[in-house]
């Protein structure tokens, strides 16, 4: 079975433009969350999706939206880029997302804001 | 809101030598998780804590949850130079569902 998978890889941006990351969970999985690692970090939580239901969600800015689709398949919008933003975006995925559920992360992808 | 800290911030070893990270939260935690991540890479679910004073061993690792549960530590025996990585707790608060998760402890393994 693969396992999670995150396009792209890596994306440069500038100052102001949007972007949309996207990420396939694990077969069978109906929960995803959306995490930023900022480099020498711990990931920290965006959002978190189950069914297609916004489940929860971080300390972030409005700039930064998410969306989860009937195949349970997930995209993070960020608008108006900052230079602070640049990270690594991580989605996990979760069988149904409750409290003791184990989150397996995909490769991520690295967003430099230039 | 809910906080979490990690000591050391980075530890370097010489192969052979033992290592533990401590990981401490600011509130009482439903359960913790321990992650690792090597670099470049992202981080991998080790294993899961969830009962007060709970210690699990996976092989060289001993993961131990505090009678308050409101700390929890990682163990490894004998370091090898594939530990390599920065090592991770994320703890679930009794209030919310989102894990928290500290800043990590970079492990480091001289051969």
């Known amino acids: 079975d693969a396992g999670v998978t995150q396009s792209p890889t890596h994306l440069i941006k500038t100052r102001g433009q949007h972007v949309t990351l996207r990420c396939s969970p694990i077969s069978g999985h109906k929960s995803v969350s959306w995490y930023q690692q900022v480099l020498g970090q711990g990931p920290q939580f965006i959002f978190q999706y189950y069914e297609k239901e916004e489940r929860g969600r971080g300390n972030f800015p409005d700039r930064f939206s998410a969306r989860q689709f009937p195949n349970y398949s997930s995209e993070l919008n960020v608008n108006a880029l900052l230079l602070g933003d640049s990270a690594l975006y991580l989605c996990?995925?979760?069988?149904?997302?409750?409290?003791?559920?184990?989150?397996?992360f995909g490769p991520g992808t690295r967003l430099t804001v230039l | 809101g809910q906080q979490v800290m990690q000591i050391p911030q980075y530890q370097h070893v010489q192969e052979g030598e033992d290592f533990t990270t401590y990981c401490n939260s600011s509130t009482t935690l439903s359960n913790i998780q321990w992650y690792k991540q090597r670099p470049g890479g992202h981080p991998v679910f080790l294993i899961q804590?969830?009962?007060?004073?709970e210690v699990k061993k996976q092989k060289r690792l001993t993961f131990q949850f505090g009678e308050a549960k409101k700390n929890s530590s990682l163990h490894i025996t004998a370091t090898q130079t594939t530990d390599v990585g920065t090592y991770f707790c994320?703890?679930?608060?009794?209030?919310?569902?989102?894990?928290?998760f500290g800043p990590g402890t970079r492990l480091s393994v001289l051969p």
């Open positions: 994320a703890g679930l608060d009794n209030y919310g569902q989102n894990f928290v």
């Open positions: 804590l969830v009962k007060s004073g």
């Open positions: 996990a995925s979760q069988t149904s997302g409750g409290p003791g559920d184990t989150q397996y």
